[in-house]
């Protein structure tokens, strides 16, 4: 009856040895809450909504590049005159980023320990409960490619050309200059482009996961909560890889 | 006077089957999918009946038959998972193993059937796994102490028809694991969320509620289950469509009692 057999590459030796069952005086095995499942999640949560905060903020003052050189160039100005701003934010942004990448790593690379053997085939589940999308089935990708976008935007922009100009008779630095001569290299409008997408993708899962992971679920608000996460990922996506395009085409 | 008719012999019109099966020896051993061909499978069969016939003929041509574990065979008891097809207990939703039948299938259809994946669930043989992880998960706060001795008094303990329905959506999991198999993680978080939130909703669960949910997730940590992805792959699997509220009421749980300092 065994018409062929084949061997296939998922089959994994399992050294196996029944664990002892735990005990009533609390032979438990004990780990902080911070690295417990729910307490990386939790971290994750905070950490992921606390980032994502930052974003509308960005995205309504580089709108402003559209608006024109003045007008933007003057925001940045009267954003660096706000005493201490932009060090705390800076820092407490890199602290946050610092912290939700490690966690994620960690965390991926504890859960691909915990499938062991892949299955041979394998189908996302029929019906309407779950929420599985090419965007939370990607979230490593996706971050690790925010992870690598995030210091090369820092150095073309922040630590980039320092173009002098002067705005209402006081000395300022000419970003705008800076931002078009950059998205007048199609490559970088496509780099860009392509990692405002990622960016999208990350908040369209990662938004309602964030509230679920803090145990903020109610039957008639999670449904709400999940629509609301990818409208945001569409609109901030769509917003941010939308001012290349426009500087592009308007060079 | 009645006449019973005599049975006629209808010629055979079943279903042609191929099947895929994961053969594996033993726990050490490398499994293979190993094909199968099935010729006359009646679609009034249930899944495991359409195995039981697989195994017949294995039996009788003297090969091993496949290992797969059944109980109740009427979709209570939480034995019969098997991962069909990619996904878990099959195609239907809100169904186990046992309760999917052959008619779901068409004549000339391969299935592909695989255990449960899971290094907190090593593979025992072919398709069975030791799910003794759950238990231990069970066993560490899983439950509720209270003094034996004289019944008490019938409804002396008020619980809110809301708190009850809630609980009894939790108390339906039946522990077969499908969660644990479909999630990208191998997540044991719906299960361990079904049996926090089943308990820490009922008044007889109040007193031990921050130690249970210490101990029931610092146990699923230990077995090695993956974390969650928030994915309700879990929900759309599950036979008694547990939703994943009983998860983030768990993470709550979790939180309030390390913050309570519970152990």
Known sequence: ?251 | MIVNPAPTRTAPKGMRIALRVWRQANATTRGRLVNYQLDDVSPDMSFLEMLDVLNETLIKKGEEPVDFESDCREGICGSCGLMIDGRAHGPLAGTTTCQLHMRTYRDGDEIVIEPWRAEAFPILKDLSVDRSAFDRIIVAGGFVSVNTGAAPDANAVLVPKGDADLAMDAAACIACGACVAQCKNASAALFTGAKVSHLSLLPQGGPERGRRAIRMVQQMDAEGFGSCSNEGECEAVCPKQISIGTIARMNREFTRAALDGAS
């Open chain 1, 1 to 251: 009856m065994a018409l062929e057999s084949r061997a296939v590459p998922t089959g994994r030796t399992t050294p196996y040895s029944p664990r002892p069952f735990p005990t009533a005086d609390g032979a438990v095995a004990r780990r902080a809450y911070a690295v417990s499942t729910i307490g990386t999640k939790v971290i994750l949560a905070v950490t992921g909504l606390a980032l994502f905060l930052f974003l509308p903020i960005h995205l309504v003052g580089n709108l402003l590049l559209l608006v024109g050189s003045d007008t933007f160039n003057r925001y940045a100005r009267s954003l660096e005159s706000i005493p201490v701003l932009v060090p705390v934010a800076e820092v407490g942004l890199l602290a946050l980023f610092v912290i939700h990448a490690s966690k994620a790593v960690l965390n991926f690379l504890a859960n691909r320990r915990a499938r062991g053997s892949n299955y041979a085939a394998k189908r996302p589940a029929t019906g309407g409960a779950s929420r599985k999308t090419w965007a939370s089935a990607s979230m490593i990708v996706s971050g690790i490619t925010i992870g690598v976008f995030v210091p090369v935007h820092l150095l073309q922009m922040k630590f980039g050309a320092y173009y002098p100009v002067t705005l209402d008779g006081a000395p300022a630095r000419d970003l705008y200059r800076l931002v078009r001569e950059l998205f007048h290299d199609p490559f970088v409008v496509a780099f860009y482009v392509f990692c405002m997408v990622v960016v999208g993708a990350h908040i369209y899962h990662g938004f309602a996961s964030a509230f679920q992971s803090l145990g903020a679920y109610h039957p008639r608000y999670a449904p709400l909560v999940l629509l609301l996460g990818r409208g945001l990922g569409v609109v901030i996506g769509a917003g941010f890889l939308a001012l290349p395009l426009v500087m592009y085409a308007a060079r």
